[in-house]
Structures are given as structure tokens and as C-alpha cells.
């Protein structure tokens, strides 16, 4: 994967191509796997190769992806990569203009609803995963009583704490320390809401 940092996604164009439900899935599992062919990729999403192969080329017009080294000396197809460690998007960017709020909304609620999905599959499969990960998988809610800057403040510790455990996870793998080590998932919300 890219050492590059995250990257802040500020403008309409690169907000609209993301924010597709197939470019989302596909970005999401190449973040995953690192590196990857669209014939790879279009394996996993059950597509057909050529539509995978025009929705990688969009997510790479948009510097989303790039070309990726191949792992092998056969580079007779082409091997993709993130672009960056990842990406954020903030509200503040996409206030300025009816177009830009609706697509912001429009996002969120596509990011939201893949996010449930992924989480919905680990329930139906989670009889499959056995004690160990049961025990470890959390899902739980928190009813605080914050200001917008205590909100704030919870929020970086929380990500710095998920840096830590991702820096380690990934330290450990690529040392070789992959046996029991599996992809997870992490979502968290924090919002305002009133009773």
C-alpha cells in the first residue's frame, strides 16, 4: 500500500466518484488487500471485468488508487493501490452550495448503509467465527452528555487509539505474525441528538 497520509476528499468530483456503491466496495477491498488486479476485484464483487476495469480507472482519474508495483514478473495486467493511507471527509468542506450538501448527504447515507451491510453479514455469519472472535467482537452504544469540544476531544483519543492498534496489527503482519489475524471492522459514530 501507499505510504502516503490520509487524504482530506474536499471537492465535489472526487466526493461523486467515490460515492458510488460498486467504486466504494471496490476502494474498500483494495485498501484491504493492498494490491489487486480489476480481475481480482471483480471476483470478489461477483461483476464483470470490464465494469470493474471502467470503475478503477474512475477511481484513479480521481487519484483515489494508482497503479501498483506487480507482485510477480508477469505484468501483463495491471495492479492497483490506494493512493493514500485512507481518506476522510468533512462536513465543513461541502456547506457552501446546495449541490454540495446534497452530495455530502448522499455519501454519508451510501457509506452508512455499506457499513451496516458489512456489519449485518458478520451477524448472520457469526456462529462461524467461533468462541474467540465472538468474545472479541463488541457492538455496543454510549448515551453521553458532551459539549461539541468534549465530542471533539473523544473523537481524537478514540482515532489515536485505532492508529495505535493499526500500526501494530500491520507492523506484525508484515513481520510475518499472520497467523489469526483477519480483517476488521471498526465503526464509529458520535452525533448530537436530543430527547
Known sequence: MASKENRRIDDLDTLKALAHPLRLQLYRLLFMAGSATASQL??????AVSLVSYH???LAAH???????PPRRDARERWWQPASEGVSIHDEDFRDAPEKVA???????LFLEQRAAMYRTFLDERAHWGPEWNKAASDSEALLQLTASELAGLKEELLAVVRKY??????R?????????????LHMYGFPFRV
Open 166 to 171: 493499526d500500526e501494530q496489527g500491520r507492523a
Open 103 to 109: 452530495t455530502h448527504l448522499a455519501a454519508s447515507r
Open 56 to 58: 478503477v480507472r474512475k
Open 42 to 47: 471483480a471476483e470478489q464483487v461477483d461483476e
Open 173 to 185: 503482519a508484515d513481520a510475518g505474525a499472520t497467523e489469526g489475524r483477519e480483517h476488521v471492522a
Open 63 to 69: 487519484g483515489l488508487i494508482e497503479q501498483a508495483t
